[in-house]
């Protein structure tokens, strides 16, 4: 299983090819996401028809909640890269610490926003070529 990121969803909402093949390579079953990427993908779509895919997704996912482990987590990632002075948006590190209070490997796209995770999440942070 892997936990994939808010973008890699959206793109395979949106029928992109890329993210269908990276998706398919876990299978259905081995597709878990946040409950912030959750949020991320509720406030971002807006109609009626977005929102009956989105519960079709949500009820065939496993979604993991931000909890305490995962809070400490993403806090200790905040410290980090604070102290390294390469602060990262919230949602970001909110995920990331949920990914690993899970034992789970985290797949994203986006280079932008996970390359300084590297160093902290190691072998479970999977960043996709272009």
Same mark, same amino acid.
């Given at each position: 299983m892997?936990?994939?990121?808010?973008? @890699?969803i @959206?793109?395979?909402l949106?029928g992109?090819?890329r993210?269908?093949?990276?998706?398919s390579?876990? *299978?259905?079953?081995?597709?878990?996401?946040?409950a912030?990427?959750?949020?991320?993908? /509720?406030? *971002?779509?807006?109609?009626?028809?977005?929102?009956?895919?989105?519960?079709?997704l +949500?009820?065939?996912? !496993? /979604?993991?909640?931000?909890?305490?482990?995962?809070?400490?987590h993403?806090?200790?990632l905040?410290r980090?890269?604070k102290?390294?002075?390469?602060?990262?948006?919230?949602?970001?590190?909110?995920?990331?610490?949920i990914a690993?209070?899970? *034992?789970?490997?985290?797949?994203?796209?986006? !280079?932008?926003? +996970?390359?300084?995770?590297?160093?902290?999440? *190691?072998?479970s942070?999977? /960043?996709?070529?272009?």
């Amino acid at each position: 299983m892997a936990v994939f990121d808010t973008n @890699i969803i @959206i793109d395979y909402l949106r029928g992109k090819e890329r993210a269908a093949t990276v998706i398919s390579e876990y *299978g259905t079953e081995g597709i878990a996401i946040t409950a912030v990427t959750g949020y991320e993908l /509720i406030k *971002g779509y807006v109609g009626v028809a977005e929102e009956a895919k989105l519960n079709e997704l +949500f009820s065939r996912i !496993k /979604i993991y909640p931000l909890d305490s482990i995962a809070m400490k987590h993403a806090g200790r990632l905040y410290r980090e890269l604070k102290g390294a002075g390469k602060l990262k948006k919230e949602a970001d590190l909110l995920i990331a610490g949920i990914a690993i209070a899970n *034992g789970e490997t985290l797949v994203t796209d986006d !280079k932008k926003d +996970f390359s300084e995770l590297t160093g902290a999440m *190691g072998n479970s942070l999977v /960043i996709l070529k272009e």
